[in-house]
């Protein structure tokens, strides 16, 4: 269970998180944003950009991870946090892993590819070298909705 005297903070990073999957949104990519947070500070930051650069890895997650381990000069990024507005790819969740981030925080769910804990539960898979402690639900409902939103307008566009 999430503290609950941590909530507004939480809410307050899911909301970078939700103007990084605004440009996103913007850019017409997939409108997923993320932070890494360490010492209450942003050290990195992302959102989708798999069709601008043509990078299938280019998910908000990834980007943001690899800003973070720049800023610290180090690919380990122990006691950092990540936020991000939908939750983790198998992909992205590897890389948590690797990285070693020990909490994530995530607004919703992803029923086709989330790997946390809708479909898989690789950040807590206790064969793994390392685990993160995951929570979802922080702003869900706006996380949700600009997934809607873009979905909807892709569908109108026949494009999706």
């Not at 809410?11 to 605004?22: D, G, K, S, T, V």
């Not at 950092?80 to 992909?91: A, F, G, Q, R």
Request: hydrophobic share 40%.
């Amino acid at each position: 269970m999430m503290n609950p005297l941590d909530f507004a903070q939480h809410e307050y990073w899911m909301r970078q998180a939700l103007e990084q999957a605004q440009q996103a949104f913007e850019m017409q990519e997939v409108p997923v944003g993320a932070v890494v947070v360490f010492e209450d500070r942003m050290i990195g930051a992302g959102f989708n950009q798999r069709e601008t650069l043509q990078d299938p890895t280019a998910h908000a997650e990834m980007l943001a991870i690899t800003q973070a381990a720049t800023a610290l000069q180090s690919w380990r990024l122990l006691d950092c946090t990540l936020y991000v507005t939908l939750e983790p790819c198998p992909m992205c969740a590897g890389a948590i892993v690797q990285s070693r981030i020990p909490r994530v925080i995530y607004g919703t769910t992803d029923p086709k590819g989330g790997a946390c804990h809708t479909l898989y539960q690789i950040t807590s898979d206790t064969r793994l070298n390392h685990r993160a402690t995951t929570f979802g639900g922080v702003l869900q409902a706006e996380c949700r909705e600009i997934l809607q939103r873009f979905f909807a307008r892709q569908r109108a566009a026949g494009k999706k």
